[in-house]
């Protein structure tokens, strides 16, 4: 199994401090923001991770994260020629999966919780798996409708929310997920929508949720970058 880490974009949320440097790049407390999600990925026993980059500021990661030797782990890198959406990022990464499960984590999201025995679980499963966290302010995330614990629909920044459940930017999936990314088309934000690749495996019946316990934010706008220090600096 293989990890994706998602550090593309433009960061335009957080300017000017993403005016000469990557958003992924600026620290959270005491460490660069993408060292969580890379080490959300080798808590679960996954060392063999591509990151995936704008090209603006590829170098940066590259003199940052090295080949991962640092962190007993194999780097590899991608470039995303312009910002094209979650799933069109995570396109990117199919010759590297090489026909292997992925387990995507987006450059911006910091947990407390570990993902290890859901990737243990998933190794024996078909499925794609989701991860959600209840948050106050779920117009801004991707929501699922729930029937139980069983995922109904998922819809992307609704104004009327039908639950309070945010989709987290931690998926599981099997490698069909870049047969399914080739048969979308752009959203209305001119984007490839990775909700539109979760409700695929929704409607096939191939979807499984599960519950964040510990504290999970983004770090992509003031805000919540600010947000994610302060959980980070209380937990240790």
């Given at each position: 199994m293989k990890g994706v880490v998602l550090a593309?974009?433009?960061?335009?949320r957080l300017f000017p401090l993403t005016k000469?440097?990557?958003?992924?790049?600026?620290?959270?407390?005491?460490?660069?923001?993408?060292?969580?999600?890379?080490e959300t990925l080798l808590n679960?026993?996954?060392?063999?991770?591509?990151i995936v980059s704008g090209k603006e500021h590829a170098g940066g990661f590259l003199?940052?994260?090295?080949?991962?030797?640092?962190?007993?782990?194999?780097?590899?890198?991608e470039m995303q020629?312009?910002?094209?959406?979650?799933?069109q990022a995570l396109s990117l990464a199919e010759d590297?999966?090489?026909?292997?499960?992925v387990v995507v984590v987006l450059g911006d999201n910091v947990i407390e919780d570990s993902i290890k025995d859901s990737v243990e679980e998933f190794h024996k499963t078909d499925s794609a798996f989701i991860f959600l966290k209840e948050v106050p302010d779920a117009e801004r995330f991707g929501v699922v409708e729930l029937n139980g614990s069983k995922v109904v629909s998922i819809e992307e920044k609704p104004k009327k929310p039908k639950s309070d459940f945010a989709v987290t930017g931690i998926y599981m999936y099997p490698f069909e997920v870049f047969e399914i990314i080739k048969t979308?088309?752009?959203?209305?934000?001119?984007?490839?929508?990775?909700?539109?690749?979760?409700?695929?495996?929704?409607?096939?019946?191939?979807?499984?949720?599960?519950?964040?316990?510990?504290?999970?934010?983004?770090?992509?706008?003031?805000?919540?970058?600010?947000?994610a220090t302060e959980l980070v600096r209380k937990r240790q």
């Open positions: 593309g974009g433009t960061g335009s000469v440097t990557n958003k992924h790049l600026l620290p959270v407390y005491n460490k660069p923001m993408i060292y969580y999600p890379i679960a026993g996954i060392k063999d991770i591509l003199k940052l994260l090295g080949s991962g030797k640092e962190f007993n782990a194999k780097f590899t890198y020629e312009e910002a094209g959406g979650i799933a590297f999966a090489d026909g292997e499960k979308l088309k752009p959203s209305d934000r001119g984007e490839l929508e990775i909700t539109d690749v979760n409700n695929y495996f929704v409607k096939k019946g191939k979807m499984k949720a599960n519950f964040l316990k510990g504290f999970w934010t983004d770090a992509g706008t003031f805000e919540s970058l600010f947000r």
